[in-house]
């Protein structure tokens, strides 16, 4: 994504913020939500005159730049499949969990399973043995699969949601599901106390959109600095 690309993107990010939580604006809420959320995912050719942030990440990426670690870049030293899974799993939880009340992706696709590491969490306070173990074992294949499928999840979530229910706030029995699924690790209560002082809007804001095109950028600047 070029950097006019990344700065419009911006701006209407900004724009959603200021009209999310207005039940007379939330037709266009959700339609901007759709846009900004489509240009962070892999187009998978659907539109061969589009090309999205992660088409730009993914094209031409190998093997070993996706899954070496540590790699020191600005604010950060994960390795790409770090970023793409932790930024699905943290979609992943709150969308599911703490806006639809359902079951999560990784449990209902079995990607749990598919993507060949133990590891269920968010992916904060993990280790670096873990990172490198993790970065080494993921299935890219699994991993790319389930960050579609949430991305898809995400958007019939968004797009059912009525007039108003933007400015809900997630229940204490949803909250309490993130710890007892093991969602998020022991050390990172944290996480959990942020999320569950945000209102819908605030989870889409940040997880569902500005989370990831985050991560985005910090992958991309692994790309950049081992694929000269």
Known sequence: MSLEARKIWNASHQQLTRI???PEEHANAVALFLELHDCLYASNG????????????LKDLREQTMRSYPVHTANSNNSIVWHIWHSARIEDITMNILTADRDQILHSGHY???LHTPFIHSGNGMSGQEIAEFSAAVDLEALLEYRQAVAAGTRSIIAGLQPGQFRNKPRSTQISRISA???????EQWLIDYWGGKTIA???????TRHNFVHLNKAMRVKLKLQK
Do not use: F, H, R, S
């Open 20 to 22: 999310i939580t207005k």
């Open 46 to 57: 659907n539109n061969p005159e589009q090309t999205n942030y992660e088409d730009e990440l």
């Open 112 to 114: 749990a399973e598919k």
């Open 181 to 187: 699924e093991g969602a998020v690790k022991e050390t």
């Open 202 to 208: 605030g989870l889409v804001l940040m997880p569902a």
